[in-house]
């Protein structure tokens, strides 16, 4: 099973700045099946990135992803007061069928 | 609009069942996977089990597999999950998610999801 960690656990920045958040898998991600998620309280998740760096639909280009192989980046180029909230990876394999969460970053002003 | 919403949940003593369901509206819904994933409040989310678009293909995660169930009927637009032999530890809020992509036997990212759904396991 892979395992995926997140850091860092929290992240204090302002609005206006750039955040970068990991997120490093314990083996190969295979085809990049890497997604991320954002999630505001009381709320369900929304896609942000799928297959680690498309955009989801209706996701504003600030948002971008990259990464490869362990190793992957969800970057928030410039961050506007919305964007404060818990972020989550997820990992996809195929043999057998399975999806693996993050623990989640948290993004706080 | 693509919408999804579930509904089922309850407060149930350990060992009950359960049946939660998920009503979809929007899209082509034969064609697509469909996944429940859950999350404690507070804690992270878990993934707890996918069906094939148009087919029976099912997985679970370790924790619920001889437990949960996962059925859909694409005449009706649903999917559901038969929850078994409930513990303190299944209780969380339930989501329904579509699939991004559409295709027999294609799994991808979780583009819609739904409000979610509380189940409660407590004696």
């Known amino acids: 099973e892979t395992v995926l960690t997140q850091s860092p656990g929290t992240l204090s920045l302002s609005p206006g700045e750039r955040a970068t958040l990991s997120c490093r898998a314990s083996?190969?991600?295979?085809?990049?099946?890497l997604a991320w998620y954002q999630q505001k309280p009381g709320q369900a998740p929304r896609l942000l990135i799928y297959?680690?760096?498309s955009r989801a639909t209706g996701i504003p280009d600030r948002f971008s992803g990259s990464g490869s192989g362990t190793d992957f980046t969800l970057t928030i180029s410039r961050l506007e007061p919305e964007d404060f909230a818990l972020y989550y990876c997820?990992?996809?394999?195929?043999?057998?069928?399975?999806?693996?969460f993050g623990p989640g970053t948290k993004l706080e002003i | 609009e693509v919408h999804l919403v579930e509904s089922g949940g309850g407060l149930l003593q350990p060992g009950g069942s359960l049946k939660l369901f998920c009503a979809a509206s929007g899209f082509t819904f034969n064609t697509h996977a469909m996944h429940w994933v859950r999350q404690v409040p507070g804690k992270g989310l878990e993934w707890v089990s996918s069906i094939g678009g148009g087919s029976d293909d099912a997985h679970y995660a370790e924790s619920v597999r001889g437990r949960f169930t996962i059925f859909r009927d694409d005449s009706k637009n649903t999917v559901s999950l038969q929850m078994s032999s409930l513990r303190a530890e299944d209780t969380a809020v339930y989501y329904c998610?579509?699939?991004?992509?559409?295709?027999?036997?294609?799994?991808?990212?979780?583009?819609?999801w739904g409000q979610g759904t509380m189940v409660t396991i407590s004696s």
């Open positions: 297959g680690a760096s």
């Open positions: 998610a579509k699939d991004r992509e559409s295709g027999n036997s294609i799994w991808d990212a979780f583009d819609i």
């Open positions: 083996q190969s991600v295979s085809s990049n099946y």
């Open positions: 997820q990992q996809y394999g195929h043999s057998p069928l399975m999806y693996t």
